[in-house]
């Protein structure tokens, strides 16, 4: 039976665990009850009291004064909003606040937007009766960041700044120090912005009431503004966003509240770092080059160009002399249009993207495994796990606002294990770090597997009604070599016991991981072990629990759904299967290649040979962030034809033949997939800038110009050709989307999911295989002359090749790529902490300064590649993923040494 309370005298239903304001505000609006110290993504607090209500037991009875934001609502209560009481009270308590705040309304950044002036004016404050407070008003404004501003004259001590450090970044830099009027907020240890651990999120600045805290944008400023809802172009999590703009001037982002992503959080990347989208370098003519120098051309004339030249190889070489690579950069829509491209038009199954370099073991491995090779729950699910592991993934700088989250899930308490090479942000909170050696990956996790088995906490309902193949596996993993495990890892093994136990003995276990397990010789092995982890385990197929990628870039999953790989077309449909190609060639009306084409590594061998004469690539500068640059530079040059299309003239584009502007996240519409498999509608926030073009557009163009009528580029047209295709996609509808997306597989009456292999693994029954540990040949054949082993990273402020972040004030931030260096091979070679170190593989060197730290082991060295002023993968292998091709960035064979000069930089 459904439980009654009184709002103003008039009934309305409890649910179960609401507040009072909770309440009121589900049953009577947002507005009825004023707040200062409340947010909605802030635990309740009720520092402030302007949110008090008067309750009473019986109708207009006796009533007592309560603060709505923490009390729980009764059944049988009369709670009345707006008494004369209440109001008196209100009133008194903002009137208080007034005598310690600088009543400069009309030139303050936030009028017409400050939650204290609509309070103020929501209570009746014509005038204050108090005397003049004398301590907040002369204190100085704080401008030392880049982004985070404070003028905390205007702090009216509310400690929303201070929760949303701690609640939701859990960063804990901002604090309270100080009684009565002496009162104030101070950033770590009585520091500036700069000066202390600041993480740059913003959300103290957008929790801030006031002006208290902000940011360069001033961008709560923007109240008569337009505002845009989109999505944010750097990392998997998929971060909602509310672009404020005046024309086409973006004015400020901020995170929408409502958002099921992020709950009104976002890092520094997706808050602040935009500034790139109309920076002077953007490519801004199509480009030509003649005589080895590119020249501006018009759009019909590079069109023209491209088309001539492709009919040409196309009937001289046959289609498989062409390739294309495209983009996670890119929506769904433009993706699955590259890929239709090449398959249709052209007559190739060479198309290939980014997913390649990253995560491609992830979508093999979970296919051979589960049947699926996406996620398999939702990121909200920590609310509901008991156990978290996380292996080969820096959450908190690769996907910030998950990584918050695990961050406070282990700030908690709860159990945690991180398995990783280096002690990250969430190894120094984890009940377990397993500091393993780079690549053996497969070793630790067998042994995991060993000891759970062993120890009995395997679960076996499961194993017997949902799997297949156990027996073999299990047999395997009990014979593995425990003693030679623990030598290749560098793990003591009572270490991985004991994080074996937590994991499987935990009630809910979730995993989560990254390119730190894919990026390797076995990776696509190691995922299927993840996955063997999760069903010997039971933990599959319900909240709380699963197999969940941290996907690296924001279109990743949505690349390879939309058939950007060259062994499976739009929906993962096998293009050598004649069921699936009859099934393609109905849908597209045309004859449909049936070789797998190339992966993007063969491609790059496929010019060198002579045999590729055209390459088309989209956003992606593989010159910098694919491995052994050098070789790629050559086989780059060694196409008649490189098409590049770009936002900036990067090392890829440099070398191209043809350069076409594209438009950025923020000049068109789309839609992206993030990790959790959620479809987002991608918002046009601005005009693209004249000259360019947004990428979907050109495509659309290229298909016109070889002969294939197109309409214009329209996401919401091609949305719904992808749902008549790809069967996840069946009943995603653009229009049906939304504010927070829907997660496929979505059916065609619209219904999405949140948790994948409930009841059934899609794949039937799960497969256990086991897969023994081999060591990467980068190690066996090149340790003797090479004894580091480097492994490649990224960090929180820059973003793969840095294209974008490096031309925004990120780059006041970080400024360089460093090499992280272990005290003792420091101490062994000379090096001290910022001096130049020269880093040296089988493939060349590079020049670098170092960082000394303990943050990794001995005999292990460690580095981003944001700047191509340093060329990391310079030093990085041809070494891949046996199964998917994806190349080794984490284990490279290196020597290092104290450069013989300084080296400048331009």
């Known amino acids: ?40 993504n802030l635990e309740p607090f009720g520092s402030c009291r302007v949110c008090s209500v008067d309750v009473a037991l019986e109708k207009n009875g006796p009533a007592k004064t309560f603060a709505s934001c923490h009390t729980p609502v009764a059944e049988g209560q009369y709670i009345y909003t707006d008494s004369k009481n209440v109001q008196r009270l209100r009133k008194n308590i903002i009137e208080l606040v007034l005598t310690d705040h600088p009543l400069d309304c009309l030139t303050c950044e936030v009028n017409g937007n400050c939650e204290l002036q609509t309070v103020a004016a929501r209570v009746g404050i014509n005038s204050v009766r108090y005397p003049e407070g004398e301590t907040h008003l002369d204190r100085e404004k704080d401008l030392s960041h880049p982004y985070m501003t404070s003028d905390l004259s205007k702090c009216i001590n509310c400690y929303r700044c201070v929760r949303a450090c701690d609640e939701v970044q859990g960063q804990f830099v901002l604090s309270m120090a100080g009684r009565g009027f002496d009162s104030r907020i101070v950033k770590g240890l009585d520091q500036s912005f700069d000066e202390s651990a600041c993480v740059s999120c913003g959300a103290c600045s957008q929790a801030c009431p006031t002006a208290a805290i902000s940011d360069v944008f001033q961008s709560k400023s923007i109240a008569n503004t337009k505002k845009t809802r989109t999505v944010c172009t750097y990392c998997g999590v998929g971060c909602n966003l509310d672009v404020a703009t005046s024309g086409d001037v973006i004015k400020g982002i901020q995170a929408p509240y409502d958002a099921e992503v992020n709950q009104g959080h976002t890092c520094l990347k997706g808050r602040f770092a935009f500034k790139f989208y109309n920076h002077e370098d953007r490519i801004r003519t199509p480009l030509i080059k003649r005589n080895g120098v590119h020249e501006e051309a018009t759009w019909d004339e590079a069109y023209d160009f491209i088309a001539s030249r492709l009919t040409q190889y196309k009937e001289e070489f046959g289609p498989d002399s062409m390739a294309g690579i495209s983009s996670a950069r890119c929506t769904n829509e433009e993706n699955y249009l590259m890929q239709k491209f090449f398959r249709a038009i052209v007559g190739t199954n060479n198309i290939d993207g980014c997913a390649r370099v990253c995560h491609s073991p992830t979508a093999l491995g979970m296919q051979r495994t589960l049947g699926t090779g996406a ?97 073999e596996f299990k047999d395997s993993l009990l014979n593995i070599d425990i003693d030679e495990m623990e030598s290749i890892s560098g793990v003591p093994r009572e270490e991985v016991k004991a994080a074996a136990i937590a994991y499987a003995s935990g009630g809910n276990a979730m995993s989560f991981h990254g390119l730190g397990v894919t990026e390797h010789s076995q990776g696509t092995f190691a995922v299927m072990q993840i996955a ?122 440099e070398l191209a033949d043809v350069v076409l502007p594209g438009a950025s996240f923020l000049e068109k519409s789309g839609t992206f997939t993030n990790g959790e498999r959620r479809v987002q509608r991608v918002n046009q926030v601005v005009e693209p800038l004249e000259g360019t073009k947004p990428d979907g557009q050109i495509v659309v163009d290229m298909m016109n110009r070889m002969g294939v009528d197109q309409p214009d580029y329209d996401p919401a047209q091609v949305l719904e050709e992808v749902s008549r295709i790809v069967p996840f996609f069946a009943g995603i509808k653009w229009e049906e989307l939304g504010d927070n997306g829907k997660q496929w597989p979505v059916t065609a009456d619209g219904q999405d999911t949140k948790i994948l292999h409930q009841g059934t693994i899609r794949r039937g029954k799960g497969l256990f295989a086991f897969n023994a540990f081999k060591e990467s040949e980068e190690i066996v054949n090149l340790q003797d002359r090479f004894p580091y082993i480097l492994t490649t ?19 006041e931030i970080v400024t360089e790529d460093v090499i992280f260096i272990h005290p003792d091979d420091a101490a062994e070679h000379g090096i001290e902490d910022t001096d130049i170190v020269c880093v040296e593989s089988e493939r060349g060197k590079i020049d670098i300064k170092a960082k000394v730290s303990d943050e990794i082991k001995q005999g292990v060295l460690s580095t981003t590649f944001h700047f191509p002023e340093v060329m990391v993968n310079d030093l990085t292998s041809d070494v891949h993923d046996t199964e998917a091709m994806c190349p080794e960035y984490k284990v490279v064979s290196v020597s290092i040494r104290k450069a013989r000069k300084v080296v400048s930089r331009v």
């Not at 507040?19 to 009850?33: E, H, K, N």
């Not at 990273?793 to 780059?811: I, S």
Request: charged residues 20%; glycine residues 8%.
């Open 1 to 40: 039976m459904s439980k009654i309370a009184y709002l103003n005298n008039k009934p309305h239903e409890i649910e179960a665990g609401e507040t009072m304001i909770t309440f009121a505000r589900r049953a009577l609006g947002s507005d009825v009850i004023p707040t200062l110290c409340d947010a909605p």
């Open 375 to 471: 996620a398999t729950n939702s990121i909200d699910d920590i609310k509901d796990t008991d156990a978290i592991l996380v292996i080969g993934a820096n959450a908190t700088e690769a996907h910030p606002v998950t990584g918050a989250k695990l961050k406070q899930f282990e700030i908690s308490g709860k159990t945690s294990i991180v398995i990783d090479p280096r002690r990250t942000e969430l190894a120094l909170y984890a009940t377990h770090h397993l500091q393993l050696r780079p690549g053996t990956n497969v070793a630790v996790l067998n042994m995991m597997m060993h000891y759970i088995i062993k120890e009995g906490l395997v679960d076996s309902g499961f194993i017997a009604e949902q799997t297949e193949g156990y027996e």
């Open 532 to 653: 063997d982890l999760a069903m010997l385990t039971g933990n599959i197929g319900r909240r709380g629990v699963g197999v969940n990628p941290l996907r690296g870039q924001n279109n990743v999953q949505g690349l390879a759904d939309m058939g950007v790989q060259p062994h499976q077309g739009a929906g993962y449909l096998d293009v050598t299967d004649p069921e699936m190609i009859s099934r393609y060639e109905g849908f597209y009306g045309t004859e449909m290649p049936t070789e797998i084409g190339y992966k993007i590594p063969e491609m790059f061998d496929a010019a060198l040979a002579g045999k590729l004469k055209a390459l088309w690539i989209i956003g992606e500068d593989v010159v910098q962030t694919d491995p052994n640059s050098k070789k790629v530079a050559r086989a780059l040059s060694s196409t008649d034809l490189l098409v590049v299309q770009e936002l900036f003239m990067t090392k890829t584009a």
């Open 793 to 811: 990273n990224r960090n929180l402020e820059h973003y793969n090749c840095g294209a974008q972040t490096r031309r925004t004030a990120n780059v």
